[in-house]
Protein backbone atom coordinates (compact mmCIF):
# COMPACT_ATOMS: atom_id res chain seq x y z
CA UNK A 1 0.00 0.00 0.00
CA UNK A 2 1.17 3.73 -0.54
CA UNK A 3 -1.57 5.74 1.11
CA UNK A 4 -5.06 5.56 1.44
CA UNK A 5 -5.11 6.70 -1.64
CA UNK A 6 -2.95 4.64 -4.58
CA UNK A 7 -1.65 1.43 -4.31
CA UNK A 8 1.61 -0.36 -5.00
CA UNK A 9 1.38 -1.52 -8.50
CA UNK A 10 2.92 -4.95 -7.38
CA UNK A 11 0.35 -5.76 -4.93
CA UNK A 12 -2.61 -4.37 -7.13
CA UNK A 13 -5.31 -7.18 -7.65
CA UNK A 14 -4.61 -9.31 -10.40
CA UNK A 15 -7.61 -8.85 -12.56
CA UNK A 16 -6.16 -5.19 -13.40
CA UNK A 17 -4.82 -5.17 -16.74
CA UNK A 18 -1.63 -2.50 -15.97
CA UNK A 19 2.10 -2.56 -16.11
CA UNK A 20 3.66 -3.42 -12.89
CA UNK A 21 7.10 -2.53 -13.60
CA UNK A 22 8.87 1.43 -13.46
CA UNK A 23 5.48 3.27 -12.55
CA UNK A 24 4.93 2.46 -8.92
CA UNK A 25 1.69 3.72 -7.60
CA UNK A 26 -1.73 3.32 -8.91
CA UNK A 27 -5.46 4.82 -7.87
CA UNK A 28 -7.05 3.13 -5.71
CA UNK A 29 -10.64 2.78 -6.53
CA UNK A 30 -13.38 4.84 -4.39
CA UNK A 31 -15.96 2.38 -2.15
CA UNK A 32 -18.64 1.12 -3.99
CA UNK A 33 -20.86 -1.37 -3.90
CA UNK A 34 -18.60 -4.04 -6.18
CA UNK A 35 -16.80 -6.35 -4.25
CA UNK A 36 -12.95 -5.60 -4.51
CA UNK A 37 -12.05 -8.47 -6.87
CA UNK A 38 -14.25 -6.93 -9.71
CA UNK A 39 -13.67 -3.49 -9.46
CA UNK A 40 -10.71 -0.92 -11.06
CA UNK A 41 -10.84 2.79 -11.01
CA UNK A 42 -11.89 4.62 -13.74
CA UNK A 43 -8.70 5.87 -14.84
CA UNK A 44 -7.61 2.47 -15.41
CA UNK A 45 -9.75 1.61 -18.20
CA UNK A 46 -9.74 4.52 -19.95
CA UNK A 47 -5.98 4.50 -19.45
CA UNK A 48 -4.46 1.43 -19.52
CA UNK A 49 -7.07 -0.44 -21.23
CA UNK A 50 -8.79 1.98 -24.01
CA UNK A 51 -5.22 3.82 -24.13
CA UNK A 52 -7.79 7.21 -24.47
CA UNK A 53 -5.25 9.11 -22.61
CA UNK A 54 -1.53 8.92 -21.49
CA UNK A 55 -1.83 10.39 -17.79
CA UNK A 56 -4.10 10.51 -15.09
CA UNK A 57 -4.48 14.43 -15.78
CA UNK A 58 -5.66 13.47 -19.38
CA UNK A 59 -8.61 11.03 -17.76
CA UNK A 60 -9.44 14.31 -15.33
CA UNK A 61 -9.85 16.53 -18.44
CA UNK A 62 -12.34 13.94 -19.87
CA UNK A 63 -14.48 13.83 -16.65
CA UNK A 64 -14.33 17.22 -16.38
CA UNK A 65 -15.86 17.65 -19.83
CA UNK A 66 -18.19 15.16 -18.15
CA UNK A 67 -17.49 12.89 -21.61
CA UNK A 68 -17.01 9.55 -19.38
CA UNK A 69 -19.99 7.73 -18.14
CA UNK A 70 -20.33 4.71 -16.11
CA UNK A 71 -24.18 2.67 -16.30
CA UNK A 72 -25.35 6.23 -17.94
CA UNK A 73 -24.22 8.40 -15.21
CA UNK A 74 -21.54 11.07 -15.76
CA UNK A 75 -18.34 10.01 -13.74
CA UNK A 76 -17.01 12.94 -11.48
CA UNK A 77 -13.91 11.47 -10.28
CA UNK A 78 -10.75 9.17 -11.39
CA UNK A 79 -11.24 6.62 -8.85
CA UNK A 80 -14.39 6.43 -9.72
CA UNK A 81 -15.15 2.40 -9.08
CA UNK A 82 -15.96 0.30 -12.39
CA UNK A 83 -16.95 -3.12 -11.91
CA UNK A 84 -17.70 -6.74 -13.63
CA UNK A 85 -20.93 -6.00 -16.02
CA UNK A 86 -20.94 -2.07 -15.83
CA UNK A 87 -20.95 -0.43 -18.96
CA UNK A 88 -18.70 2.49 -19.62
CA UNK A 89 -19.38 4.99 -22.47
CA UNK A 90 -18.18 8.27 -24.06
CA UNK A 91 -20.61 11.02 -24.67
CA UNK A 92 -18.85 12.40 -27.92
CA UNK A 93 -17.61 9.42 -29.43
CA UNK A 94 -20.70 7.47 -28.28
CA UNK A 95 -18.72 4.92 -27.67
CA UNK A 96 -19.88 2.06 -24.85
CA UNK A 97 -18.57 -0.91 -23.30
CA UNK A 98 -19.18 -4.15 -20.97
CA UNK A 99 -16.91 -4.62 -18.15
CA UNK A 100 -15.56 -8.45 -18.07
CA UNK A 101 -13.15 -10.76 -17.60
CA UNK A 102 -10.88 -12.73 -19.82
CA UNK A 103 -9.67 -16.29 -19.64
CA UNK A 104 -6.96 -15.23 -17.73
CA UNK A 105 -9.29 -13.02 -15.40
CA UNK A 106 -8.02 -9.66 -16.49
CA UNK A 107 -10.53 -7.04 -16.94
CA UNK A 108 -11.14 -6.57 -20.60
CA UNK A 109 -14.12 -4.29 -22.04
CA UNK A 110 -16.64 -5.73 -24.87
CA UNK A 111 -17.93 -3.28 -27.18
CA UNK A 112 -21.89 -3.06 -27.33
CA UNK A 113 -24.15 -0.59 -28.94
CA UNK A 114 -27.45 -0.46 -26.05
CA UNK A 115 -27.45 0.70 -22.55
CA UNK A 116 -28.65 -2.29 -20.57
CA UNK A 117 -27.52 -3.53 -17.32
CA UNK A 118 -27.27 -7.60 -16.57
CA UNK A 119 -27.98 -7.70 -12.68
CA UNK A 120 -27.27 -11.46 -10.81
CA UNK A 121 -29.95 -11.55 -7.70
CA UNK A 122 -27.93 -12.11 -4.26
CA UNK A 123 -31.25 -11.60 -2.68
CA UNK A 124 -34.86 -10.87 -1.93
CA UNK A 125 -36.82 -8.85 0.55
CA UNK A 126 -40.67 -8.79 0.80
CA UNK A 127 -41.71 -4.77 1.36
CA UNK A 128 -45.10 -3.24 1.78
CA UNK A 129 -47.53 -2.65 -0.30
CA UNK A 130 -46.71 -5.49 -2.78
CA UNK A 131 -43.65 -4.67 -3.05
CA UNK A 132 -40.35 -6.58 -3.54
CA UNK A 133 -36.49 -5.25 -3.00
CA UNK A 134 -34.01 -7.36 -5.28
CA UNK A 135 -30.34 -7.39 -4.23
CA UNK A 136 -27.48 -7.89 -6.47
CA UNK A 137 -24.60 -9.13 -6.64
CA UNK A 138 -22.60 -5.65 -7.47
CA UNK A 139 -24.34 -3.93 -4.35
CA UNK A 140 -27.03 -2.18 -6.69
CA UNK A 141 -31.13 -2.83 -5.31
CA UNK A 142 -34.39 -2.34 -6.80
CA UNK A 143 -37.90 -1.76 -5.36
CA UNK A 144 -40.30 -4.21 -7.66
CA UNK A 145 -44.08 -5.35 -8.28
CA UNK A 146 -43.87 -8.30 -5.85
CA UNK A 147 -46.64 -10.41 -8.22
CA UNK A 148 -44.45 -9.06 -11.51
CA UNK A 149 -41.11 -10.50 -10.34
CA UNK A 150 -42.42 -13.67 -8.15
CA UNK A 151 -40.64 -16.08 -10.25
CA UNK A 152 -37.14 -14.42 -9.99
CA UNK A 153 -34.60 -15.86 -7.85
CA UNK A 154 -31.60 -16.06 -6.17
CA UNK A 155 -29.03 -16.32 -8.96
CA UNK A 156 -31.22 -15.40 -11.96
CA UNK A 157 -30.27 -11.76 -14.03
CA UNK A 158 -32.29 -9.48 -13.91
CA UNK A 159 -31.89 -6.84 -17.92
CA UNK A 160 -32.29 -3.57 -17.01
CA UNK A 161 -32.33 -0.47 -19.55
CA UNK A 162 -30.48 2.37 -17.82
CA UNK A 163 -31.27 4.66 -20.12
CA UNK A 164 -34.96 3.92 -19.79
CA UNK A 165 -34.70 2.73 -16.35
CA UNK A 166 -36.98 0.09 -16.92
CA UNK A 167 -36.45 -4.10 -16.66
CA UNK A 168 -36.71 -5.58 -19.65
CA UNK A 169 -36.51 -9.05 -18.62
CA UNK A 170 -35.50 -11.75 -15.88
CA UNK A 171 -33.72 -14.81 -16.97
CA UNK A 172 -33.32 -17.93 -15.04
CA UNK A 173 -30.84 -20.28 -14.42
CA UNK A 174 -32.28 -22.94 -15.51
CA UNK A 175 -30.91 -26.00 -17.88
CA UNK A 176 -30.61 -24.45 -21.59
CA UNK A 177 -29.70 -21.25 -20.32
CA UNK A 178 -26.67 -19.02 -21.66
CA UNK A 179 -24.54 -18.86 -18.49
CA UNK A 180 -20.84 -16.55 -18.47
CA UNK A 181 -18.47 -17.95 -15.46
CA UNK A 182 -16.64 -14.93 -13.60
CA UNK A 183 -14.66 -17.05 -11.33
CA UNK A 184 -13.25 -20.54 -11.13
CA UNK A 185 -11.15 -22.42 -13.85
CA UNK A 186 -13.20 -21.45 -16.60
CA UNK A 187 -13.17 -18.00 -15.64
CA UNK A 188 -14.39 -15.92 -18.80
CA UNK A 189 -16.04 -18.44 -20.40
CA UNK A 190 -19.35 -18.30 -21.76
CA UNK A 191 -21.51 -22.12 -21.55
CA UNK A 192 -25.00 -23.85 -21.79
CA UNK A 193 -26.42 -25.01 -18.55
CA UNK A 194 -26.88 -29.07 -19.15
CA UNK A 195 -27.89 -30.22 -14.83
CA UNK A 196 -27.57 -29.05 -11.69
CA UNK A 197 -26.18 -31.27 -8.69
CA UNK A 198 -28.11 -29.50 -5.58
CA UNK A 199 -26.94 -30.54 -1.96
CA UNK A 200 -28.81 -28.70 0.43
CA UNK A 201 -26.29 -27.08 1.78
CA UNK A 202 -24.03 -29.81 2.58
CA UNK A 203 -21.67 -28.14 -0.10
CA UNK A 204 -21.70 -26.17 -2.74
CA UNK A 205 -23.98 -27.09 -5.47
CA UNK A 206 -22.52 -28.12 -9.14
CA UNK A 207 -23.59 -27.05 -12.01
CA UNK A 208 -22.70 -28.83 -15.37
CA UNK A 209 -22.18 -27.12 -18.47
CA UNK A 210 -20.95 -27.41 -21.91
CA UNK A 211 -18.24 -25.37 -23.25
CA UNK A 212 -17.37 -25.60 -26.48
CA UNK A 213 -17.78 -29.54 -27.29
CA UNK A 214 -17.19 -30.68 -23.74
CA UNK A 215 -19.41 -30.73 -21.07
CA UNK A 216 -17.68 -29.62 -17.59
CA UNK A 217 -18.09 -29.46 -14.05
CA UNK A 218 -18.23 -26.18 -11.37
CA UNK A 219 -19.88 -24.70 -8.81
CA UNK A 220 -23.33 -22.81 -9.46
CA UNK A 221 -22.13 -19.72 -7.98
CA UNK A 222 -20.16 -18.73 -10.24
CA UNK A 223 -22.39 -18.94 -12.76
CA UNK A 224 -23.46 -15.71 -14.42
CA UNK A 225 -27.32 -15.78 -16.71
CA UNK A 226 -26.35 -14.29 -19.66
CA UNK A 227 -29.05 -15.64 -21.94
CA UNK A 228 -31.84 -18.06 -22.85
CA UNK A 229 -30.28 -18.90 -25.88
CA UNK A 230 -26.58 -19.03 -27.60
CA UNK A 231 -28.08 -16.20 -29.55
CA UNK A 232 -28.12 -13.98 -26.34
CA UNK A 233 -24.46 -14.71 -25.37
CA UNK A 234 -23.06 -13.47 -28.66
CA UNK A 235 -22.52 -9.66 -26.88
CA UNK A 236 -20.10 -10.90 -24.29
CA UNK A 237 -17.95 -12.96 -26.35
Given amino acids: MGNNQHLKRHSAPVAWPIKRKNITFVAKPNSGSHKENYVVPVVVLVRDVLNYAETSKEVKQLINAEEILVNGKVVKDIKFPVGLFDTISFKTTTEKYNVLLDTFGKIKLVA ?39 TAKVEDTVVFDFAKKAVLKVLNLVEGSMVYFFDGKFKGQIGEVKEFEVYNGLTKDIIKVQIGEEVHSTAKDYAYVVGAKKADAKRFE
Fill in 112 to 150: TEDDLSFLKVAGKTKLKAGKLQLNFMNGYNLIVDEKTFA
